[in-house]
């Protein structure tokens, strides 16, 4: 990769977890209500897997989903105003944090049910296969996922009908406050998977350039009709499940072992490796990053809520 | 016009609407190979063969999720579940992801979704095979829910759920594939959220769906001859129901009565009930009555079943209720 990708890598990564800096501010003033999940600490997870995609290839995946719309290109400002309940929101408010959606990006949505969003993959790489078109859908899920019946139920039919699904389990240890060795038969995720008869791959999910290379090959393997593939990427999600969760069941010295391992600094230290960048084009990249993300709070507050009066709005076509 | 099954009215259906759109797809499990365990999908594969006419495995949850998705990226998909009762598995995906979708994401989809459903009880299949679930779809905002009861109602609804753009809960009653009527040779698709006035009277309201249209006309029967004219109104539609078509008999016959086989607890008599106080309140006569089935799970001897299904003499005794003594 060259440099200018590489710069463009660590610009989304500061973008997406400042975001989530924001958000959590905006929370505690109590512009932002309900249940919000933030992804501070995967950041190299969804720009990994995404950086091989074309823009015609859909994404969809859980509620900790402000990063994977960011990633996909999305708008900050119609991310804030949707957090914010706004009408400017890019779900006029009707979603909120868990259910971003925006077709423009081919960002299929956000999903509160955990799995609930796996078998509407395959639908949507079963319309792919039908119309013979080129593209894949990228799926991300939770270690949690993994073990609800669903799951499993989409898993198999995938691989029956050799549907062009990554299926991204992004294995942060913990599902809520209850880790994988206390719900899952099986701690390798990957080997559960498995057994729907496809190439799974476990790949360290803090370290970007791992996480795109098997990227890559998964994005090829389904491009190319042979079916679906699986990636299982540990990672750790430095704040807790969400933002009422205050995360006490994991210890100090285990969060702190994560930090070590940001993947934020492992991509800055790559481009200063192999491309001697100096600090002050980082400090560039922050310096745009607050500006964009200034623009998205100041739009936000900005926007006003929908009018009562159309609350029936957008239930049925008509 | 012809006499066609309500099985082959429903077979005409599928065949005409996937002939007129290539994007129509059914799948469920043993639709295509077997046919169908109603036979319902009998020739499809044969015609449309495997890309359109999909046999799936036992996974009641993601045959309706592989439907929204299919659905989200243009197809129109017609899934079935082998019956009603194994509707209870897909519930998430039925009322937590495809009702209300649309109205989370703000308007950007479209889930042209049509759910064939058999259910109904009257053949010792036990409390496992028995139900009627209409209510759980008519309760939730975002589907609509269709029930037709002839074979014409049959083959013009489930035309029009398909090429609907919205998610539809289409219920066929077991009991009924077998009936014959009379279908017309080019029939267009029927209207969703019309009722019909099977037949007509002027002392009772007799508001019904499904398998139990045959119940109240046989009751109208027995109570022509004893001089009680009832009209028979048949639903077809459960969500959007004809409030005015309805209402506009009340209005006229000053009396109701609402048959469903569904147990009585908060059922479509419940809602109808309601909604006839709420609008036409000073044209009633009596109160409301209701028929519906037994408040107990489906059992397996013949005469148990039977006592839990209404009849005839059911409706009969209800409208006596409803009429001055």
């Known amino acids: 990769m060259n440099k200018g990708e590489l710069m463009e890598v660590y610009y989304r990564m500061k973008l997406a977890r400042s975001f989530e800096t924001r958000v959590a501010e905006q929370y505690v003033k109590g512009r932002i209500a309900g249940f919000c999940h933030l992804y501070s600490g995967e950041e190299a997870v969804a720009i990994g897997a995404m950086w091989h995609l074309k823009p015609e290839d859909y994404v969809i995946g859980s509620y900790r989903d402000h990063a994977y719309y960011l990633m996909r290109g999305g708008d900050p400002r119609e991310a804030m105003a949707e957090l914010f309940g706004h009408s400017d929101g890019c779900c006029k408010g009707k979603g909120g944090s868990m259910h971003l959606f925006d077709w423009g990006i081919n960002f299929l949505g956000g999903y509160a049910i955990v799995a609930g969003m796996c078998p509407i993959a395959a639908g949507l790489a079963l319309a792919i296969k039908h119309k013979e078109e080129r593209r894949v859908v990228l799926c991300f899920f939770g270690d949690g996922a993994t073990n609800q019946g669903v799951y499993h139920e989409a898993l198999n039919m995938a691989s029956l009908y050799e549907l062009p699904v990554v299926w991204v389990c992004e294995n942060n240890y913990y599902a809520i406050g209850t880790s994988v060795g206390r719900s899952s038969a099986s701690e390798s995720l990957a080997r559960k998977a498995k057994a729907y008869r496809m190439p799974t791959s476990t790949v360290d999910g803090m370290d970007f350039f791992k996480m795109q290379s098997v990227a890559q090959r998964a994005i090829a393997h389904a491009r190319s009709g042979k079916g679906p593939a699986f990636i299982e990427a540990k990672c750790y999600r430095y704040r807790g499940h969400s933002m009422s969760d205050p995360a006490t069941y994991r210890s100090k010295e285990e969060v702190e072992y994560w930090r070590r391992r940001d993947p934020i600094p492992q991509v800055k230290a790559a481009i200063q490796h192999d491309f001697d960048a100096g600090e002050e084009e980082f400090e560039e990249v922050d310096r745009r990053v607050q500006q964009v993300l200034d623009e998205a709070v100041a739009f936000a507050e900005a926007g006003s809520e929908v009018p009562a009066d159309r609350l029936y709005e957008d239930l049925y076509v008509e | ?325």
């Open chain 2, 1 to 325: 016009m012809a006499q066609i099954s309500y099985r082959d009215a429903l077979n005409q259906a599928l065949f005409e609407e996937m002939r007129r759109d290539e994007t129509v797809l059914v799948f469920g499990e043993d639709v295509a190979l077997y046919e169908g365990s109603f036979k319902v999908t009998r020739g499809l594969l044969k015609e449309f063969g495997e890309k359109r006419v999909v046999d799936t495995p036992i996974s009641e949850a993601a045959i309706v999720g592989m439907a929204i998705g299919a659905a989200m990226a243009g197809l129109r998909p017609v899934p079935e579940l082998m019956t009603v009762n194994f509707a209870y598995l897909a519930l998430d995906q039925i009322c937590n992801h495809l009702a209300v979708m649309r109205y989370m994401f703000g308007g950007q989809v479209k889930l042209p979704v049509t759910i064939r459903m058999p259910g109904g009880g009257g053949h010792q299949l036990a409390s496992q095979h028995s139900h009627s679930l209409e209510v759980l779809f008519v309760h939730t905002p975002g589907l609509k829910v269709v029930y037709p009861s002839t074979p014409a109602s049959a083959k013009a609804l489930l035309k029009a759920s398909i090429r609907d753009d919205n998610p539809v809960i289409f219920l066929e009653h077991e009991g009924l594939y077998n009936t014959v009527g009379e279908v017309p040779d080019s029939l267009e698709p029927g209207v969703i959220g019309q009722a019909e006035v099977a037949r007509p009277g002027r002392d009772v309201s007799l508001v019904t769906y499904g398998a139990m249209r045959y119940v109240c006309l046989q009751a109208a029967d027995r109570l022509a001859a004893e001089g009680v004219e009832a009209e028979v109104v048949d639903l077809l539609t459960l969500r959007p129901w004809d409030k005015e078509c309805v209402t506009d008999s009340v209005a006229k016959t000053h009396r109701a009565v609402v048959v469903a086989e569904s147990p009585p607890v908060c059922g479509i008599g419940a809602e109808v009930a309601a909604n006839i106080y709420e609008i036409v309140f000073d044209e009633l006569d009596a109160p409301v009555a209701r028929v519906s089935g037994a408040d107990v799970p489906m059992p397996y001897a013949r005469n148990l079943e039977q006592a839990c299904i209404p009849h005839a003499e059911d409706v009969v005794r209800a409208v006596r209720q409803v009429l001055p003594p």
